[in-house]
Structure formats: C-alpha cells, structure tokens
C-alpha cells in the first residue's frame, strides 16, 4: 500500500519519537512530485516570543511550514502556541490559553486550501496527549476525521507503545494509513527484528523506514538551518516510495 493525495493525520507513539522530520520528509517528497501540499501543527507546547511579529512561535511548525508548498498565516498553521515545553494541557494553564478540541478543528477545516493534493496535520506528544483537563490530541483528530499515519520512534520500548497506539487509532474509527518507522535511538540493538514484529502485528502496512541519519556530519555543521535541511531530505529519499 501506498500514501495518495489527500488529507491525514500524523500522530506519534510518544514525543520526540520523529513525528516533525518525519512530516517534513513527507512534504518534501510530495513537493518532488510536483504536490501542492499544506500542513497544520494544531497544538504546540515550547514556543519562543518573536518580537517582531509579536506572537509565540514553535520550531517544528515553522519547519512544517518551510517544506509545504501552500503558505499560510502562521496563526493558521499552529492555531494553539503555547511558550512552555510540557503537557500542553499544563502549558495552557499556567499561561491562560483555552484550548478545546472543537475549536482547533474548526480552525483546521477552515484554513485547508482548495487547490491542495496533500494536507498534513501533525499531533502533539503521542495520541492521549491531553489538552485540556477532558480532552485529548485523539478528540482533533477524531474530530478532522482524517486517516491517520502512525510513527513509531524505534528506541527501547517501541514494541509496546507501537501496539497499544495502533489499537488505540482503530478503536477510535478512524482508518490507519500506515506506520512509518523513525529510528530515534541510534544504539538501539536489533532494529530489523524489531520492524519485522511490529510487521506482523500492526495489522495496516510499513509504509517506510527513516533510519538513523547522523546529526554530526562537519558539512553539516555550518548552521542549525542547512543541519536540519540535510536531515529532511535524506529521510524523504527514503520515504519517496510510499507515495503513489
């Protein structure tokens, strides 16, 4: 099985675990194939304040936001900035953000553009992130009704939080897409062995591995920007074959 055109929902088994690289990998292989492509990051928890613009913005949104090809407004690509890197649904609190399930979708469904074949939207932490004390980043995607593309961070543990996370995905109705296996540990014995379990027992495809890609290359080196742009498109060299 292959990814086509249209609209999904990236969620993660847990955070830091590749789900913003991998998002990033995927817009870039779309924009290869000539896709007009849009992505969302709804919630974001660890802003910094720009002054100049007057608004907290997130890193992994603003690299979202550099490999689509369909530009937005910021407050529309990551609706929900919040400064502090923990819970969002703490975040919020102890900055007096509101944040509700409802909204954010509405948001979502009204800044999608029509002329796009490829709309990612990114979760936050893994799928019963909560974001509020009721709710959580499983009620956005539930309620964007989008299919869902599971990433699985390969690091100890991986086996259980993968399963769990894709019964969790079926249980809520929505299709799963795929899983995408993004090694996050790059000491972690028996990686092969490792996918091939979780190959037999998700019950949707391996739609591509992103492996180990080294993060201290000296041409690398030079700034954070060209660093991260080299990763992007050396994880989309090996995601390219899950599209259409």
Partial sequence: MTLTA?????????????????CAALLCAAARLGWRTQAFKPVAAGCEYSVER?????SDAQLLAHYATQQMPYEDLNPCALPEACSPHIAAKRH???????NLVSRIRDAVLTDVDWVLAEGAGG????????????????????????????RLGCLNHALLTHRAIESSGLPVA???ACQVDAHLPHVAENCAWLE??????????VPWLTRTEP??????????TALVERAADCLISSFA
């Fill in 96 to 102: 007096a953000f509101t944040v509700n399930a409802s």
């Fill in 200 to 209: 037999s027992q998700l019950s949707t495809p391996l739609l591509g591995m």
């Fill in 54 to 58: 007057q608004r907290w913005e997130n």
């Fill in 219 to 228: 041409h690398l080196a030079q700034s954070q920007d060209k660093h991260m």
């Fill in 127 to 154: 799928w019963f992130a909560p974001i509020n004390d009721c709710e959580t980043m499983a009620d956005v995607a539930i309620g964007l009704g989008w299919p869902v593309i599971q990433v699985v961070g390969l």
């Fill in 178 to 180: 795929g899983w995408i």
């Fill in 6 to 22: 249209g609209a999904y929902f990236v969620a993660g088994t847990d955070t830091e675990v590749g789900k913003t690289l991998t």
